[in-house]
């Protein structure tokens, strides 16, 4: 979460990659920063007879923290970022070279009220872009994009007998390209938009000391897949736990789960 107090960082170095940090405190929270650059290609091709080696990477990430009880009692918001991107190059224009970067930002609150009940919201973007650059390779060249959006709220109600009962909502959009080159030479592209609804509620039985139970479901309403059958999806789940011993538990579990999206690799 970052240093609350005081101002701080951090430098480090090794053969591989060089790293920072720094850290310190905001009006009503804290923030923390980091990046991270390697530079092994040039290291490693030293105890490699020169040999080359192809990979590089860096990446970014953020982090604000707002916990002031004066701005907002019993809650705390946070705002995260990150970036990341690799490249494959090979220095070689009979090989083909490949780069992937990722894009990710964040938004978080969290609210206890005073009575027992607290919430979160979620809200992040993502964005994912691979490439693969030919040269004068045989390989052909291809583009791949994900861009996904999500929005995500949670609800929790804790009884004085410590059973907890939650609902949920969750909206995701996600957009697809994809181009590629056949091997005749003929260019193509892809693209792709679908949303999902989906909601959840569960009942968490826990005022028993060594036996628990979490049972409810997850109800799709629409499908990011264009070609689904059945966009109502309606998945129960339940789980049970019962301590034996102190050092013996038993625990099962049974559900109904769906995966949409699934990667492809020829």
Not at 110 to 118: D, G, K, N, R
Not at 127 to 149: H, M, Q, T
Request: proline share 3%; net charge positive; hydrophobic share 35%.
């Amino acid at each position: 979460d970052g240093n609350k107090t005081r101002l701080s960082g951090s430098v480090s170095t090794s053969f591989l990659s060089r790293k920072a940090l720094f850290e310190g405190p905001i009006p009503g929270g804290s923030f923390i920063l980091t990046a991270r650059k390697s530079y092994n290609y040039k290291m490693l091709n030293k105890f490699l007879n020169n040999k080359n080696v192809p990979l590089d990477f860096y990446d970014l990430g953020g982090k604000i923290n707002i916990s002031d009880p004066d701005f907002l009692k019993g809650g705390k918001m946070v705002i995260q970022g990150f970036m990341s991107k690799d490249v494959l190059d090979n220095h070689d224009l009979q090989i083909e070279d490949l780069d992937w970067s990722n894009k990710v930002l964040g938004f978080k609150w969290l609210q206890v009220t005073e009575s027992p009940i607290y919430f979160e919201i979620f809200l992040s973007y993502s964005n994912f872009i691979g490439n693969v650059r030919p040269n004068l390779s045989a390989a052909k060249p291809k583009s791949n994009e994900v861009v996904d959006y999500s929005w995500d709220t949670n609800v929790n109600y804790m009884y004085d007998s410590k059973d907890e009962i939650g609902v949920g909502v969750q909206i995701k959009s996600i957009n697809t390209k994809l181009s590629l080159q056949n091997k005749k030479g003929l260019n193509s592209k892809v693209e792709t938009h679908g949303t999902n609804i989906s909601m959840f509620a569960k009942y968490k039985l826990l005022r028993f000391n060594n036996f628990g139970l979490d049972f409810g479901t997850r109800v799709n309403f629409t499908s990011l897949t264009q070609s689904a059958q059945n966009s109502f999806l309606f998945e129960p789940r339940i789980s049970l736990t019962y301590v034996v011993t102190p050092s013996l538990s038993l625990k099962a579990a049974w559900g109904i789960y769906s995966q949409e999206m699934t990667t492809l690799s020829d």
